[in-house]
């Protein structure tokens, strides 16, 4: 088991730029796949950006966004760039054990979320 805490987001305007922090503990943390989902009103979650070996990311933030991870503080970031009021949400941390997948129900460990809103 995993515990997520993610921090970072806010209210931006359109073209701006946020950083949202997930602070990750537990134990061999370090053997899970990390990601970053979100969540509209309204909507159901979609996947945003995973990290394993390599990095897989939605289309839709492709050349936008960039997901990293900090194996000396157990941190996992989501680098928000030219951000736009479609990427309006919730932003959501999770972890899974084994391959990467990009659907939310192959994910038991979840953070608390974090708002992102953009305005126009």
């Known amino acids: 088991q995993v515990h997520l805490v993610e921090s970072g987001g806010g209210l931006v305007q359109t073209g701006g730029s946020l950083r949202l922090s997930c602070a990750a503990s537990?134990?061999?943390?370090?053997?899970?796949?990390m990601a970053w989902f979100r969540q509209a009103p309204g909507k159901e979650r979609e996947f945003v950006a995973a990290?394993?070996?390599?990095?897989y990311y939605a289309d839709s933030v492709k050349g936008r966004f960039t997901i990293s991870r900090d194996s000396a503080t157990n941190t996992v970031y989501l680098q928000m760039n030219s951000l736009k009021p479609e990427d309006t949400a919730v932003y959501y941390c999770?972890?899974?054990?084994?391959?990467?997948?990009?659907?939310?129900?192959?994910?038991?460990?979840w953070g608390q979320g974090t708002q992102v809103t953009v305005s126009s």
């Open positions: 999770a972890a899974r054990i084994g391959d990467y997948s990009g659907s939310y129900s192959d994910y038991a460990n």
């Open positions: 537990g134990r061999s943390w370090s053997s899970y796949v």
């Open positions: 990290r394993t070996w390599r990095t």
